[in-house]
């Protein structure tokens, strides 16, 4: 059904470092069209556009992901925008204000939202990868690598998940851009646009997939709230 | 399909006391054969037992619910035990350490448990109800009834939820119960049985699906893990 949330795994899950194995590409596929989520080994960033897998890498080259791919964690939505706005994008945060605007009903729901726009400015950053089995995430922030592009055209999708999903869902927005012609990406940390396209849908369905493999299943899963903020807000 | 979960609303709301309207009991028919929660305006206990809805009332009186009733929040699944075994219960608590024992590799899951046996000693209270709209959860624990019976054969069905869950599940175990006779039943307090047969499974799919009240979305939805502990552990 459109706009209904798949998830695989849980975001404390991969503050730990829970990221051999994971979800097929060819499942992500079937469940959405669009989404983001990470590579086994936490290697780079996933972006999902319009059925197609991006593997946006910390070098900033960007590839399509091959269906064998497994992910240890994504959320995807089959997205159907149902409410448009042009607006100007001072910054990343006007994007969650906006959505929450088109979507005053929604407070405790969870929002897809999706923009195209040129870009003045995209900084993105992209997860290098664990360097061993089971390397929490927190400590990949300092490998991370940034870029910023100028005039840059193309999608940022994302999702913005309500205070109570906090551990399970990256609470707040969480947003990964795409160029247009698909060289560039990674998830985003700042941005700027003078005229953006911002849509969106509203999620009431949440399906959430729990990991079987033994690395889930001996996870601690404190909840890290200042560390999941850190790495992913 | 068997052993997801499907569960309407969050704890939280329930806390918060957003009881107005809910999910349709056909709803949940079609969704579990098996499972808890409550009524309109927190009037009482549910249980589902196989695929049948009882209502528990405050006064000790038990009735099955009408196709037409609502329920602010609910957790049912399709339940099909893949693991059993004879147990003594010397407390409630051991129901979720023998759960926790036939699934081992079911650490950060929701498990689905179930118990039969003539329990010497069974406690349970049911909610009396809202008195007035809105009215929080933890406010209904000092007008609740509590009533203990002896010798009472029946069933008990829920859920150990993940600590990860919480503010949306209850976290840990989370039981309620009928008599055999369907006469008499109520939230889980304690209870005692020198022989019982303990059947349940592991749940990795989760389906959560978001009221489209005004009333949940005007919520504040603060993560009260005591008072979550102390009305519904």
Same sequence: chains 1, 2.
């Avoid at 086994?40 to 900033?60: F, K, P, S, Y």
């Avoid at 690395?215 to 999941?228: H, P, R, S, V």
């Amino acid at each position: 059904m459109a706009n209904e949330l798949y998830q695989y795994s849980i975001i404390s899950a991969l503050m730990d470092g829970v990221a051999t194995g994971g979800v097929a590409l060819s499942t992500l596929q079937e469940r959405g069209t669009y989404g983001l989520g990470t590579f086994e080994n936490i290697e780079g960033e996933m972006v999902m556009i319009d059925g197609a897998v991006h593997h946006l890498r910390a070098d900033g080259s960007v590839e399509q992901a091959t269906s064998t791919t497994k992910l240890p964690f994504a959320m995807v939505t089959r997205f159907e925008p149902t409410a448009r706005r042009k607006t100007s994008l001072p910054d990343k945060d006007r994007i969650i204000k906006v959505g929450k605007e088109l979507f005053p009903n929604s407070n405790n729901c969870y929002l897809a939202l999706h923009v195209e726009a040129t870009f003045k400015e995209m900084t993105v950053r992209a997860v290098r990868s664990q360097t061993y089995k089971g390397q929490p995430l927190s400590e990949l922030g300092s490998t991370q690598s940034v870029h910023t592009y100028k005039d840059a055209r193309g999608t940022v999708f994302g999702f913005q998940s309500p205070p109570f999903s906090s551990g399970i869902s990256v609470a707040g927005g969480h947003l990964h851009f795409l160029s247009a012609d698909r060289d560039r990406g990674g998830h985003v940390l700042a941005l700027q646009a003078d005229e953006a396209v911002l849509s969106g849908a509203s999620i009431r369905m949440v399906h959430i997939e729990l990991p079987e493999s033994s690395e889930f299943n001996d996870a601690k899963l404190d909840l890290d709230q200042e560390g999941i903020r850190k790495i992913e807000g």
